[in-house]
């Protein structure tokens, strides 16, 4: 029972789907539930993914993929494109560490982060374009790994490094303590299950998703790294951002192999 509590749990943060009321919340289940944020990104991608091959009956895939992208930012109500913005228009410019987290808790939407929301959206959703014309079917796929898979990497970033945000007055605590080698590793068998759900699926995507994932842990690492060195950490604005451009490696590696 108290596993699928922690997905509820990770449901409920991460997306405004509904959630039993038997589930309850206790304020530990939030640093518990991290490694089921894989679980629910695949559950994002799945309702997404559904709407795009729905659609792609009626209409040209660019239109089919739109619809998907617009699914997914109503599902979870734009939590991680939210992130990126704010992290782009507090890193994006040459400001001092104290500058640039001030700034990320500025609701205000900045020049930075209009050009990265463009850019990264618009990079998906050409990737997912490409993969439409093929086969939708593929395409959404293709969409429910990526975003499950891709919130593996915020995980690993709470692992790697310290909360570098003003701990008492952070919008989830529990997450600012970070995660832990547990937490980490069932992250990891919740995004490897996800890859082998989906190889068993589509057995020729194999060679590509390897080399999405690839791109993607390049990504983790560059992150990990420039986080270190502006911020001396993450906060929650950096882990959104963190799964937006892990989506975009792991689209971007798979369509560069095929």
Do not use: N
């Amino acid at each position: 029972m108290q596993p699928l509590r922690l997905f509820f749990t990770a449901l409920q943060f991460l997306t405004r789907l509904p959630i039993p009321r038997w589930v309850g919340f206790e304020p530990d289940w939030l640093a518990r539930c991290a490694p089921y944020f894989v679980l629910v990104g695949a559950l994002v991608g799945a309702l997404a993914g559904a709407v795009l091959w729905v659609a792609a009956q009626l209409w040209p895939p660019a239109i089919a993929v739109l619809l998907a992208m617009a699914a997914g930012v109503y599902i979870t109500g734009g939590f991680h494109e939210d992130g990126l913005a704010d992290t782009c228009d507090g890193l994006g410019g040459a400001v001092g560490r104290e500058k640039a987290l001030l700034i990320m808790k500025d609701s205000r939407l900045g020049s930075y982060g209009a050009l990265g929301l463009v850019l990264v959206l618009g990079l998906k959703a050409a990737a997912l374009w490409t993969l439409a014309q093929a086969s939708p079917w593929v395409a959404a796929l293709v969409l429910a790994w990526a975003q499950g898979v891709s919130r593996a990497l915020p995980v690993a970033l709470m692992a790697a490094l310290p909360y570098a945000g003003d701990l008492e007055h952070a919008k989830a605590k529990p997450l600012a303590s970070g995660s832990g080698a547990g937490e980490l590793a069932l992250t990891a068998v919740f995004a490897l299950a996800l890859c082998a759900a989906v190889a068993a699926l589509r057995p020729p995507l194999l060679p590509a998703m390897v080399a999405g994932l690839t791109a993607s842990a390049a990504v983790g690492l560059w992150m990990a790294r420039w986080l270190r060195r502006r911020l001396g950490g993450y906060t929650g604005d950096t882990l959104g951002a963190t799964q937006q451009f892990g989506e975009v490696a792991l689209l971007l590696g798979l369509l560069a192999w095929r």
